[in-house]
């Protein structure tokens, strides 16, 4: 199985400003049709998941354009511009290039 | 707007069985694969199984494989999941969520609020 490991496991924010998570996967998620199946998820207190960003870079529908992904191969990041206050939550990076898929262990996103 | 309501959720001995739905709204079921994840207490997110959008191909994580079942009744726009011989440590949240085509959940795009199954004697 992918093992997927996120940095920080929890990151004090203070608002307006960046934040960064990474997340680094045990194999390449490079998959054979060419494309990298990297998602990131947001869980918000006591909500369900909720798709941010997926292929890397691709913003969901809806999402903040404070919010951005990038990377490549095994190596990913996920940037917040300037933290809001209901930015706070648990961030997962997902692959869904090899079956089982799997998830990062979660960062805790909270305001300092 | 897309919708996906799970049910079936409850108390449960250990070495029992419960069936899990989750009702879709919003789209074309049968046009795409549907996924169930679960998140023990306080825990992070394992993905569970998946099924393809014609029900004809499902794969499921280690954990599942033997006791679990994944299956849908795209007549009812509905995904279920039969447990059975659970144990203390299939206590979780069981989200479904939507797969972007028919065919592989290579991201998941929409998430139902869960059920919660709780196994304990």
Redesign the interface.
Known sequence: DIVMTQTPLSSPVTLGQPASISCSSSQSLV?SDG?T?L?W?QQRPGQ????LI??ISNR?SGVPDRFSGSGAGTDFTLKISRVEAEDVGVY?C?Q??Q????????TKLEIK | EVQLLESGGGLVQPGGSLRLSCAASGFIFSNYAMTWVRQAPGKGLEWVSLISGSGGRSNYADSAKGRFTISRDNSKNTLYLQMNSLRAEDTAVYYCAKAPNSAYDTYLDYWGQGTLVTVSS
């Open positions: 998959h494309n199946y998602s998820l369900p998941p909720r798709l997926y292929k969901f997962y997902m869904g290039t079956l089982p898929r799997t998830f990062g262990q979660g």
